[in-house]
C-alpha cells in the first residue's frame, strides 16, 4: 500500500517542509556572500581529455580572474572541469552537488560545496545569484535547466541575462529545430531565439559575460522574482 493509503503522505509531507526550508536557508547564506557568479551546465560524462572539458576550465579560469563566482551541479565532466578552472585561479568555485543513487559525486574542485536533496532547491540557487548562463554540451539535466532559465526570462521573472551555447556541431541542431518547428509554428514568439547566443569562440563566451557586468553590474541580493 502506497503512502497516500496509509496516511503517510499525512504525517510526513508536513515535516518535508523543514527540510526544504533547511536547504534554501543554508544554501541562501553561503550564496548571499560569494557575489555575482556565472552558472556553468554541462555533461557529467565527459573525460578530461575531452575538448569541452578543456575549453570548460579555461572559461571558468577567465572568469575567475576577473572577480566572478563560478556556479556548477558539483559533479564529474564538465561541472568538475569548470570548478577546477575556478579553483586554479584561486576563485570561488561553487559546486551544487545533487543527491542522486548513481552517477554524481561530489568533485574535489569546489571550494564552496553545497549538497542537495530536492531538485527544485538546487535549481533556484543555480538562477538566483548569477549574471549569466554557460551551457557547454549536456544531457537532459543541461537541457532541462536551459529551458528553466530561457522560460524565466521569456516570462520576464528574471532579467535578460546572456545565454550562451558553446559548441555549434552539439546545439545547432536543436536550435535549427527550434526555428522551423516550434517559432514557425507559433509555439514561440519569433525573437524568443534571440535570447541565446550560439559560439564555439572560448574569448567572446568571456566578453560576453564581462560585457553583461559591465553594462549592467551585479543583480540585487534577492531577486523579488527568486524571493
Given at each position: 500500500?502506497?503512502s497516500l493509503g496509509t496516511g503517510g503522505f ?11 526550508m533547511a536547504e534554501f536557508v543554508d544554501s ?124 524565466l526570462i521569456q516570462t520576464h521573472r528574471i ?69
Amino acid at each position: 500500500m502506497n503512502s497516500l493509503g496509509t496516511g503517510g503522505f499525512v504525517r510526513e509531507d508536513p515535516w518535508r517542509i523543514f527540510r526544504i526550508m533547511a536547504e534554501f536557508v543554508d544554501s541562501f547564506e553561503t550564496l548571499s556572500q560569494v557575489g555575482p557568479a556565472v552558472t556553468i551546465f554541462g555533461s557529467a560524462r565527459l573525460p578530461p581529455g575531452n575538448p569541452y572539458y578543456k575549453q570548460s576550465t579555461e572559461i571558468a579560469r577567465a572568469l575567475a580572474k576577473h572577480h566572478l563566482a563560478v556556479v556548477t551541479g558539483g559533479g564529474p565532466g564538465i561541472m568538475e572541469a569548470a570548478n577546477r578552472g575556478a579553483a586554479e585561479a584561486k576563485g570561488k568555485s561553487v559546486g551544487l552537488n545533487i543527491d542522486l543513487p548513481f552517477e554524481q559525486a561530489g568533485n574535489k574542485y569546489a571550494n564552496i560545496p553545497i549538497n542537495f536533496h530536492y531538485f527544485f532547491s538546487r535549481k533556484v540557487c543555480f538562477v538566483k545569484y548569477s549574471i549569466a548562463f554557460i551551457y557547454m554540451p549536456g544531457g537532459f539535466g543541461t537541457l532541462d535547466e536551459l529551458f528553466e532559465v530561457l522560460t524565466l526570462i521569456q516570462t520576464h521573472r528574471i532579467p535578460k541575462y546572456p545565454i550562451i551555447l558553446v559548441g555549434k556541431d552539439y546545439w545547432s541542431g536543436l536550435l535549427k529545430w527550434s526555428k522551423s518547428t516550434l517559432e514557425k509554428g507559433g509555439y514561440i514568439s519569433p525573437t524568443d531565439l534571440e535570447l541565446v547566443t550560439l559560439t564555439d569562440d572560448t574569448q567572446k563566451v568571456i566578453d560576453i559575460v564581462l560585457d553583461y557586468k559591465r553594462r549592467v553590474g551585479p543583480p540585487p541580493v534577492m531577486p523579488p522574482t527568486l524571493a
